[in-house]
Antibody, heavy 115, light 111 residues
Framework: EVQLVQSEAEVKKPGESLKISCTGS????????ISWVRQLPGKGLEWMGRIDPSDSYTNYSPSFRGRVTISVDKSTSTAFLQWSSLEASDTAVYYCARHDDSGTWGQGTLVIVSS | NFMLTQPHSVSASPGKTITVSCTGSGGSIADNFVQWYQQRPGSAPIIVIFDDDQRPSGVPDRFSGSIDRSSNSAYLTISGLKTEDEADYYCQSYDLSDSWVFGGGTKLTVL
């Protein structure tokens, strides 16, 4: 079964760093890009960026460039989304998805940033 | 830059047919495939249409997708509405740099 499994929910304080993960299985992980999508509370889906696991090429939405870093570890078939300094406005659900038309998405990771 | 615009909400009674539009601006809707996602509260999005008009296995044939070049729009049609269809629906396509572009989402209420 093709699936993406994301890390558990996180509760952090403003200014803290965070790295969440997305592990693929059931397919050739390096053959497909991984996108990250943000959903603010009660709002729509926003594409943040993607990475090609074969060469770690990244493409960020201008709205998120410089605010987050997308990386990958091919040896564990895992993609990552990280922040160096969280803000309260980063509170959201974050989804990873295979960057194609298959509709393969992770279950989502809730990130809460609160003092 | 390419953008997709959807109506904020649509409503209809069980058994009726609804159509949700997704209008492109800053480019042609026909240049790249359009996908449609269904999202129920508290759940991840589920794809219901891919490549403009293809239905994944397991999605009822009550769901259909189309493209109209003249209106630069994609359409999701749901016939024989059921209460379980009540959800948010998002269209998604690509821009010139292969980035994903989402519509703002349409809330479907089945009265």
């Amino acid at each position: 079964e093709v699936q993406l499994v994301q890390s558990e929910a996180e509760v952090k304080k403003p200014g803290e760093s965070l790295k969440i993960s997305c592990t693929g299985s059931g397919y050739g992980f390096v053959s497909y890009g991984i996108s990250w999508v943000r959903q603010l509370p009660g709002k729509g889906l926003e594409w943040m960026g993607r990475i090609d696991p074969s060469d770690s090429y990244t493409n960020y939405s201008p709205s998120f460039r410089g605010r987050v870093t997308i990386s990958v570890d091919k040896s564990t078939s895992t993609a990552f989304l990280q922040w160096s300094s969280l803000e309260a406005s980063d509170t959201a659900v974050y989804y990873c998805a295979r960057h194609d038309d298959s509709g393969t998405w992770g279950q989502g990771t809730l990130v809460i940033v609160s003092s | 830059n390419f953008m997709l615009t959807q109506p904020h909400s649509v409503s209809a009674s069980p058994g009726k047919t609804i159509t949700v539009s997704c209008t492109g601006s800053g480019g042609s809707i026909a240049d790249n495939f359009v996908q449609w996602y269904q999202q129920r509260p508290g759940s991840a999005p589920i794809i219901v249409i891919f490549d403009d008009d293809q239905r994944p296995s397991g999605v009822p044939d009550r769901f259909s997708g189309s493209i109209d070049r003249s209106s630069n729009s994609a359409y999701l049609t749901i016939s024989g509405l059921k209460t379980e269809d009540e959800a948010d629906y998002y269209c998604q396509s690509y821009d010139l740099s292969d980035s994903w572009v989402f519509g703002g989402g349409t809330k479907l209420t089945v009265l």
